[in-house]
C-alpha cells in the first residue's frame, strides 16, 4: 500500500511537470507592458481568504489563477508579486522528494511568462512554513535553490 501511496506521489510530480512544461511551451503568451500595470489590492478584514486575488497584477494575478487551476491539487495557492516573485503553498498530497521537481517546473513557466528579469519561487508547506526557495539568474539562466 505504501509503495502504491508513493508511486501516485511521484506520477502526480510528473504529471504536473509535464502540464506546466508543455502549457507554457504551447500556449501561455508572454505578458505585454499593459499587464504590468499595478492594480491597487483591497484586502480588508471583510475579505475571505478564497476571495484574495493572486497577485499584484494583472499578469501576476492571471498567471497565479493558472498556477492553481492546472496543478491538479498540487498546489492549495499562489500568489504573485511585482510579476517577479512566486509564492505558491503546495497541499500535503506532495511528498518531500517532489518539492524541488515541482519549484523546477514553477521556474520554468514563471520565466516564460515573465522573461528577462531575475525571479523568485518560494515554495511554502500546507502549514504555511517556508521549505524551499529558487532563485533564478537572468545572468547565468541558473537556479539557486536554499
Not at 504529471?15 to 508543455?22: C, P, S, W
Not at 471583510?46 to 484574495?52: F, M, N, R
Not at 504573485?80 to 498530497?93: A, H, T, Y
Amino acid at each position: 500500500m505504501v509503495l502504491f501511496q508513493q508511486s501516485r506521489q511521484v506520477l502526480m510530480a510528473f504529471v504536473l511537470m509535464l502540464v506546466v512544461t508543455l502549457t507554457t511551451a504551447c500556449g501561455g503568451g508572454t505578458t505585454t507592458e499593459a499587464n504590468r500595470v499595478n492594480t491597487p489590492t483591497a484586502i480588508g478584514k471583510d475579505v475571505a481568504y478564497a476571495e484574495l486575488e493572486r497577485g499584484n497584477t494583472s499578469g501576476g494575478q492571471n498567471f497565479g489563477n493558472w498556477v492553481v487551476q492546472t496543478s491538479q491539487g498540487l498546489v492549495q495557492d499562489a500568489y504573485v508579486r511585482d510579476n517577479n516573485k512566486l509564492g505558491v503553498i503546495i497541499s500535503p498530497q506532495v511528498s518531500p522528494q517532489n518539492v524541488k521537481p515541482l519549484a523546477t517546473s514553477l521556474v520554468q513557466g514563471f520565466r516564460k511568462n515573465f522573461p528577462n528579469q531575475d525571479l523568485k519561487v518560494l515554495i511554502y508547506a500546507p502549514d504555511k512554513k517556508l521549505i524551499l526557495t529558487a532563485d533564478y539568474d537572468r545572468q547565468t539562466n541558473q537556479v539557486k535553490y536554499s
